[in-house]
């Protein structure tokens, strides 16, 4: 998975952020992102896992994504924001609907303050910046629906 290192040795802060994630879910990281020889042992071991290689190939495509220009396209907010307007203009908005986006409104939350400290959270370009408006807009509608 030479492909993987290439990619982790590009510092991009916000994909290698995800690996860590990848690679410790797994148990494989014994050590920090960005010590070159945990990733190295640790991507070395899970290459032998079939679900991981999988999810390794996600994110090496991912992360070349993100070199060619795509904003924030690993927080997935995009698909967040119409996951939630989807659910809000249902008819009826049922309060299993409700619970539903408080969840995920939950879990988008998580990963935004676990990637706060990353370039792409802590100096926005425009893009970024419109999108994370667009995703404050949709959680407060969730928000004032569930009171």
């Not at 510092?11 to 410790?24: V, Y």
């Not at 994504?65 to 008819?91: H, N």
Request: charged content about 25%.
């Amino acid at each position: 998975m030479s492909s993987v290192i290439w990619r982790w040795s590009r510092f991009d802060g916000l994909a290698n952020h995800h690996l860590e994630q990848i690679l410790q879910r797994g148990g494989f990281l014994d050590g920090d992102i960005t010590d070159p020889k945990a990733v190295n042992r640790a991507v070395r071991v899970a290459v032998e896992n079939p679900a991981t290689v999988a999810e390794l190939d996600d994110w090496t495509q991912r992360a070349a994504t993100r070199c060619t220009g795509a904003p924030t396209s690993d927080l997935r907010l995009e698909d967040s924001i119409g996951y939630l307007t989807a659910r809000l203009d249902a008819v009826p908005l049922t309060p299993e609907m409700i619970d539903e986006c408080l969840r995920k409104v939950a879990a988008v939350d998580d990963q935004i303050v676990g990637a706060k400290d990353l370039p792409e959270l802590a100096h926005p370009d425009a893009t970024t910046t419109a999108l994370l408006w667009r995703y404050v807009e949709a959680r407060g509608r969730v928000l004032a629906a569930s009171l």
